[in-house]
T-cell receptor, first 114, second 117 residues
Framework: EAGVAQSPRYKIIEKRQSVAFWCNPI?????LYWYQQILGQGPKLLIQ????????DSQLPKDRFSAERLKGVDSTLKIQPAKLEDSAVYLC????????????FGPGTRLTVT | AQSVAQPEDQVNVAEGNPLTVKCTYS??????LFWYVQYPNRGLQFLLK??????LVKGSYGFEAEFNKSQTSFHLKKPSALVSDSALYFC???????????????FGSGTRLSIRP
């Protein structure tokens, strides 16, 4: 079974630029999550999708971050404009709808904002 | 609000010795508890979970964890450490029930486990 795929693996941008990350969850997983993991901290949930609908985006900085999952499969997370404090690893995870406590994570995208 | 604490930033153990990585939690009701491991340049991997039942749960790679309700703890253990166990370990908690707030998993800050040969 293929795991959660993410791209790119690494990205370096200057502040005020924009960036987008892509995630393809495990086939059949209805729930998709985006997490932000700052160095030295645990992952923090940014947004959770159930199929193509948003379940929880309470910790998403909506003035600069956006995410979509238009067809209920893959998803993109965008930052525009980026700030220095956005430097982090962005993790995508997926789960089945009835086992949301068992999440499978992708390798992450390491973003460096200079 | 639910929270989880990992009081040790780093744990150092000699290969072959037993290891313990500590975790305490705060949540209303009976918690769902998890351990994840993160190897360098890789995503988090699920190790084990406690939902209900036996307080001692067994997971991947020979790890186990003991749920202690009175001490609100869920420490990760392994009887004999391997050098390959060196990684970053995260404890996580989720409130029971349904709904978006309940399904959110809160992660601890992580403990770096270093096993010396």
């Amino acid at each position: 079974e293929a795991g959660v795929a993410q791209s790119p693996r690494y990205k370096i941008i200057e502040k005020r630029q924009s960036v987008a990350f892509w995630c393809n969850p495990i086939s059949g997983h209805a729930t998709l999550y985006w997490y932000q993991q700052i160095l030295g901290q645990g992952p923090k949930l940014l947004i959770q999708f159930q199929n193509n609908g948003v379940v929880d985006d309470s910790q998403l900085p909506k003035d600069r971050f956006s995410a979509e999952r238009l067809k209920g499969v893959d998803s993109t997370l965008k930052i525009q404009p980026a700030k220095l404090e956005d430097s982090a690893v962005y993790l995508c995870a997926s789960s089945t709808r009835d086992r949301s406590y068992e999440q499978y994570f992708g390798p992450g995208t390491r973003l460096t904002v200079t | 609000a639910q929270s989880v604490a990992q009081p040790e930033d780093q744990v150092n153990v000699a290969e072959g010795n037993p290891l313990t990585v500590k975790c305490t939690y705060s949540v209303s009701g009976n918690p769902y508890l998890f351990w994840y491991v993160q190897y360098p340049n890789r995503g988090l991997q699920f190790l084990l979970k406690y939902i209900t039942g036996d307080n001692l749960v067994k997971g991947s790679y020979g790890f186990e964890a003991e749920f202690n309700k009175s001490q609100t703890s869920f420490h990760l253990k392994k009887p004999s450490a391997l050098v390959s166990d060196s990684a970053l370990y995260f404890c996580a908690v989720r409130a029971p029930g349904v709904g978006s707030s309940a399904s959110k998993i809160i992660f601890g800050s992580g403990t770096r486990l270093s096993i010396r040969p």
